[in-house]
């Protein structure tokens, strides 16, 4: 069955600098990967999707690439901010349709 | 609705009791998902609905657990004989329909403690 590998530690850096999340993914490569934001106490967020046949996708400081032969997805946030920490989860369909989520890397920008 | 919409936020139960956790989607979504998040972990996905299809149970951890959806809307996932292990966010999405272009909408969770 499909699995989804994020980064567990979370990612420290200095505002200002460009945050690279990854998440990995161990089977078929799926139709489209999304990524979604999660805040303590909430439910997560959704930030963007980009399919099977996009190499990178972008909206405003976030941008998505997707590398079938790796089977990967990067997650960019540049010139990041404080307000910027938090989860950053991503969601994929699994061999169902039905999505299913990593577990989750945790971004923390300092002031 | 104008978002998805779970309730109670808060339960907290003894163990062995049942509890019942509601979901109330966005008017119009024809999937429906249950996740669990357990303190500091990722969603476990539990059960999905799609329209008039049969749920998706193979996430459920347990005979325990069980959901249903009535009228293609409102959910209400039950626990019965809760245990410590129960313990944990549970998370309702809904999405317009299946398929690349969707997202995902969560409710903020009920947060289910069990003493």
């Known amino acids: 069955s499909q699995k989804i590998e994020q980064n567990s530690e979370a990612l420290n850096i200095q505002e200002g600098k460009t945050a690279t999340l990854t998440c990995n993914y161990t089977?078929?490569?799926?139709?489209?990967l999304q990524w979604y934001r999660q805040d303590p106490g909430r439910g997560p967020v959704f930030l963007l999707l980009i399919r099977e046949n996009e190499k990178e996708k972008r909206k405003e400081r976030l941008k998505v690439t997707f590398d079938t032969t790796l089977k990967q997805s990067l997650f960019h946030i540049t010139a990041s901010q404080p307000a910027d920490s938090a989860t950053y989860l991503c969601a994929l369909p699994d061999s169902s349709y039905k999505l299913i989520f990593g577990s989750g890397t945790r971004l923390l920008v300092r002031p | 609705g104008a978002g998805v919409s779970q309730s109670p936020s808060n339960k907290v139960t003894e163990k062995g009791k049942d509890v019942e956790l509601r979901c109330d989607p966005i008017s119009g979504h024809t999937a429906l998902y249950w996740y669990r998040q357990s303190l500091g972990q990722g969603l476990e996905f539990l059960i999905y609905f799609q329209g008039n299809s049969a749920p998706d149970k193979s996430g459920l951890p347990s005979d325990r657990f069980s959901a249903e959806r009535t009228g293609g809307s409102v959910s209400t996932l039950t626990i019965q004989r809760t245990q410590q292990e129960d313990s944990a966010v549970y998370l309702c999405?809904?999405?317009?329909?299946?398929?690349?272009?969707?997202?995902?909408?969560f409710g903020q969770g009920t947060r289910l403690t069990v003493v």
């Open positions: 999405a809904s999405r317009e329909r299946q398929g690349p272009n969707t997202e995902a909408f």
């Open positions: 089977n078929y490569s799926p139709a489209y």
